[in-house]
């Protein structure tokens, strides 16, 4: 589980976020859904133990993100936009480099080749092992993503913008991928994609100008603005609003 209360974070003068409350539950995927600029990323780091709060909590699995980063850092695989993988690399030696990195140095090689079979099959990946990664298509490259960061068995999993740039066949390999991912874990799905938390998140979270401008599924949000669709919602919700600072001062 993720818990976010009064979540606060201020880079000198400017708020990267204010006053952030929600939940992300196990079992499904929740979606963090804004324009650029809205805080999202402020939140995302947060939540990764990258960064405190100047006021609230943030809790992750039961572990206060402040107090102990390390615990909260040993729940939390991160899948990002634009990867860091290391092109001159084999798909298995990046994992087993990753692998060794994450894991414990006590765990030994066994450990590690459990763990880099498990992702492999996971993601869908033994067809690739010994390519290069230079060599691998953007859809492959993300499935190694999702691949590492789940080589140490994490309970939560953040998604940040994780189709993007990909073609309509692999983009539902990825959902069909996440759905699955999900079963087991808390996921949270961080993108400014319409479709994309359509189709994959039971609960929605819309953030502008460092705020939570609405919560709920896709049905309660347009209720609660009197919006035909989703997409209505949204841009009634982030209408006329300028981005606020994401990050700023960790950069």
Known sequence: MIKLDSFTKKYGSSTGAQDVTFTVEPGSVTGLLGPNGAGKTTVLKAICAIHYPTSGHVGVNGFDAAADPV???????YVSEQPALVAAFTVGEFLTYAANVRLAPAAGRNAVKRAVDRVCAD????DVFF??????????????????????????LILDEPVSGLDPAQIRQMRNLIRSLA???TVLLSTHLMQEVEALCAVIHIM????????????QICAQTGAASLE??????TAGTRPVSEGAADE
Do not use: M, W
């Open 123 to 126: 993601c869908a990946i033994e």
């Open 71 to 77: 615990r909260v850092k040993e729940c939390v695989g």
């Open 131 to 156: 390519r290069k990664i230079s060599a691998l298509s953007k859809g492959y490259r993300q499935r190694l993503s999702f691949a590492q960061a789940l080589l140490h068995d994490p309970p939560v």
């Open 183 to 185: 079963k087991n874990r």
């Open 208 to 219: 502008n100008a460092g705020r939570v401008a609405a919560s709920g599924t896709a049905e």
């Open 232 to 237: 209505d919602a949204f841009l009634s919700l």
